[in-house]
């Protein structure tokens, strides 16, 4: 009985195994594969956390899918359709509207259409002069992230039927092949930290937790690691070549 409390003071305070990995790439799914692999002592459990991430905030919420602004005027009874297609980039509503602006006054339509929030409604404002319209029904519309309904409008005010959808990313996840004990939306996933951009999009972010969560490892030697980071839906996120460099912990418990 002794000899086993003495083994079991032992190994309680014997020193714990503990080590930093730091990963690096432009992309958002990314293998790191170790040369020697990581050998962890058999039959001692160790679990991982998030140190650090850092980044641009550079994930688009303007694409392909969503560029194109449609407008029209009226002259001599003939009407005469625009189309201006908005860069892919990171866009408040704004932005928007001072880039619709800028290709506006180069048609000799300066101040035509404005485009705005109502912080109160949560909604977007449409203003034109008599005679101009917009159309938010053609394909891959801006309209759909303004919160209008694909239609033609024609008055000289509206506002949204729907509140702004400009920020497509509510979550982002970064998960690790080789960990458990985590679940998302009811499923199993091994994401091993979550947060949103505190700051703006073009600005850098420096995403530090206050306090570690740590996450089970599922092997016993680490020959790859996979790191994906994604949005709340699982989708990829687009940091449009920008490079991340998460930092993680490992200890022996």
Known sequence: MERELLERIAFNTEPK????????????RFTTLFNPHIQLKKNRPYEMALVNLETYYSFP????KNDHFTYATNTDSDTVWYHIYVPEGSY????INEYIQQEMRQNGHADKITISANTNTLKAELIMENGYQVDFGTVN??????????KVYTDDYQESENPVNILSINSILVNIDIISGSYVNGQRNPTI??????????????????NLVYLPITLGVIYSMQTTI????GNLLNLRGENVSIRFHIREI
Do not use: R
């Open 141 to 150: 519309s801006i309209g759909s992230v303004l919160g209008f309904n694909n």
């Open 92 to 95: 408040d509503i704004d932005d």
């Open 17 to 28: 195994e503990s080590f930093q990995i730091v990963v690096t790439d432009n992309k958002t």
């Open 193 to 210: 930290y979550s947060f949103f951009p505190a700051v703006s999009p073009g600005y850098k972010i420096i995403e530090t937790p206050a």
């Open 61 to 64: 919420n303007i694409t392909g």
């Open 230 to 233: 994604t949005d709340q839906n």
